[in-house]
């Protein structure tokens, strides 16, 4: 059973640092579309980042731009999220998609793949 699998989360006082990991485990060969998404608590999940297999990456929720950087490995199908200067309204459990899958038989599958989820919490 193909999924995935994140790292990285942490507790961590405002102006610090953290970086998060997302890998495939089980059967994916390669991802085409990947991203970030947050959940706040008491809120809904939220979209991030993404970055597309061309590496073209794309920030929608403008807070993060300038303090975070999502990033691929194309060749290990992993993918980061750098955060640099958190601030406590970046607390959240942070979640890695893949869009468009491929398996190591050529199999599509266009439903996406979530992790379970890292817990991030930042502290005043």
């Known amino acids: 059973q193909a999924h995935l699998v994140e790292s990285g989360g942490g507790l961590v006082q405002t102006g610090g640092s953290l970086r998060l990991s997302c890998a495939p485990s089980?059967?994916?060969?390669?991802?085409?579309?990947a991203s970030w998404y947050r959940q706040a608590p008491g809120k809904q999940r939220e979209l991030v980042a993404s970055i597309t297999r061309q590496v073209v990456t794309n920030y929608t929720d403008p807070s993060v731009r300038g303090r975070f950087t999502i990033a691929r490995d194309n060749g290990k199908n992993t993918v980061s999220l750098q955060m640099n200067n958190l601030k406590p309204e970046d607390t959240g459990v942070y979640y890695c998609?893949?869009?468009?899958?491929?398996?190591?038989?050529?199999?599509?599958?266009?439903?996406?793949?979530w992790g379970q989820g890292t817990q991030v919490t930042v502290s005043s």
């Open positions: 089980g059967n994916i060969f390669s991802i085409d579309f």
């Open positions: 998609k893949a869009d468009g899958v491929w398996d190591y038989g050529g199999a599509y599958y266009p439903n996406p793949y």
